[in-house]
Nanobody, 126 residues
Framework: QVQVVESGGGLVQAGGSLRLSCAAS????????VGWFRQAPGKEREFVAG????????YYADSVKGRFTISRDNVKNTAYLQMDSLKPEDTAVYYC???????????????????WGPGTQVTVSS
């Protein structure tokens, strides 16, 4: 049974940092692209960052470029999202998703991902 679980969310002041973790089990993690998405209240879910199965390719939404860093540890079957210089507009539920390496398509497209975690809340106060 495949499981993808996020952790590390919480409440932080503007300018602060958080590190989200995404732990996967039941799948060959090193054969999956990982993506982070977020959904703010009243808004559609949006792409935040993605990383290839080898970790050599990384993708970021313009809104987080230079502030967020995605990484992965294939030995630990875990991906991370380091979030620095947080802003109130980063407040959202953050989701981790995994996509088989064989899937062709835009890494930023949530419809191409096979497995999703339940999400973790990130709240940034002003």
């Amino acid at each position: 049974q495949v499981q993808v679980v996020e952790s590390g969310g919480g409440l932080v002041q503007a300018g602060g940092s958080l590190r989200l973790s995404c732990a996967a089990s039941g799948l060959p993690f090193d054969s999956y692209t990982v993506g982070w998405f977020r959904q703010a209240p009243g808004k559609e879910r949006e792409f935040v960052a993605g990383i290839s199965w080898t970790g050599t390719k990384k993708y970021y939404a313009d809104s987080v470029k230079g502030r967020f860093t995605i990484s992965r540890d294939n030995v630990k079957n875990t991906a991370y999202l380091q979030m620095d210089s947080l802003k109130p507009e980063d407040t959202a539920v953050y989701y981790c998703a995994a996509r088989r390496r064989s899937v062709v398509g835009d890494t930023t497209s949530e419809g191409t991902y096979n497995y999703w975690g339940p999400g973790t809340q990130v709240t940034v106060s002003s």
